[in-house]
T-cell receptor, first 112, second 112 residues
Framework: DVKVTQSSRYLVKRTGEKVFLECVQD?????MFWYRQDPGLGLRLIYF???????EKGDIPEGYSVSREKKERFSLILESASTNQTSMYLC???????????FGPGTRLTVT | AQKVTQAQTEISVVEKEDVTLDCVYE???????LFWYKQPPSGELVFLIR??????QNEISGRYSWNFQKSTSSFNFTITASQVVDSAVYFC?????????FGAGTRLTVKP
C-alpha cells in the first residue's frame, strides 16, 4: 500500500513564525503535491513537484515556498505565517504514469 | 476553463436509504480523467474510482456505483443502502492537461 505521511496532525503557530510542514512518501513516486483545504472551497493546489529539486506553482502559491531535496520528501514552508493561512494542509503523491493521487492524513494548522 | 461543480454542499439520509452525489465538470480537452475521493472524519482522502473520457460505461463496486454521461458532463456517484460508515466528505475531481481540479465536496451524513 502507498503510504504518505505528514509530520504533524495538528499544529499551532504564532503570526510571523516560519512554519515547516513535512511530507514523506514511501512508494518512489515522482510527483508530489501540496494542497490546502478550506470549507466550501474544496482542495486548492499550492505547489507541486515533478522531480527532485523541481517545483511548480499551483493556484495559490503566495505566502508559501517548497523544497524537494530528496525524492521521497516534499516540504511546504510558510515564511511568515499569517492568520489567513489557518487551514488543513494535505500532501499527495503519484507516479508519473498513473493518475490517482494518494493523500496523507493532513495537517490542521492554526495561526494565532 | 477547467471546473468541477458539486452543487450539494450537505446531504443527510437515514441508514439504508440510497443517495446520489452529483458532479458536473467543464473542460476543453477531449482526453481527461474523472475521480471520486472519500474523506472520512480521520481526514485522509481515499481514492475510490477513476474514469477516462473514452469510457462511458457505468461502474458498480458493491454498494457504490458511478454514472458517467459525457452528454451532460456529469459523473454522479450513488451509494445504495447507505450505512453510517459512509458518512464522510466526498470529492469529485477532474484531471486534464491542466492537472487536477477538485470540487468543493459534498458532506454526507448517514444517520442510524
Amino acid at each position: 500500500d502507498v503510504k504518505v505521511t505528514q509530520s504533524s496532525r495538528y499544529l499551532v503557530k504564532r503570526t510571523g513564525e516560519k512554519v515547516f510542514l513535512e511530507c514523506v512518501q514511501d512508494m518512489d513516486h515522482e510527483n508530489m503535491f501540496w494542497y490546502r483545504q478550506d470549507p466550501g472551497l474544496g482542495l486548492r493546489l499550492i505547489y507541486f513537484s515533478y522531480d527532485v529539486k523541481m517545483k511548480e506553482k499551483g493556484d495559490i502559491p503566495e505566502g508559501y515556498s517548497v523544497s524537494r531535496e530528496k525524492k521521497e520528501r516534499f516540504s511546504l514552508i510558510l515564511e511568515s505565517a499569517s492568520t489567513n493561512q489557518t487551514s488543513m494542509y494535505l500532501c499527495a503523491s503519484r507516479t508519473g504514469t498513473a493518475y490517482e493521487q494518494y493523500f496523507g492524513p493532513g495537517t490542521r494548522l492554526t495561526v494565532t | 476553463a477547467q471546473k468541477v461543480t458539486q452543487a450539494q454542499t450537505e446531504i443527510s439520509v437515514v441508514e439504508k436509504e440510497d443517495v446520489t452525489l452529483d458532479c458536473v465538470y467543464e473542460t476543453r480537452d477531449t482526453t481527461y480523467y474523472l475521480f471520486w475521493y472519500k474523506q472520512p472524519p480521520s481526514g485522509e482522502l481515499v481514492f475510490l474510482i477513476r474514469r477516462n473520457s473514452f469510457d462511458e460505461q457505468n461502474e458498480i463496486s458493491g454498494r457504490y456505483s458511478w454514472n458517467f454521461q459525457k452528454s451532460t458532463s456529469s459523473f454522479n456517484f450513488t451509494i445504495t443502502a447507505s450505512q453510517v460508515v459512509d458518512s464522510a466528505v466526498y470529492f469529485c475531481a477532474l484531471r486534464d492537461n491542466n492537472d487536477m481540479r477538485f470540487g468543493a465536496g459534498t458532506r454526507l451524513t448517514v444517520k442510524p
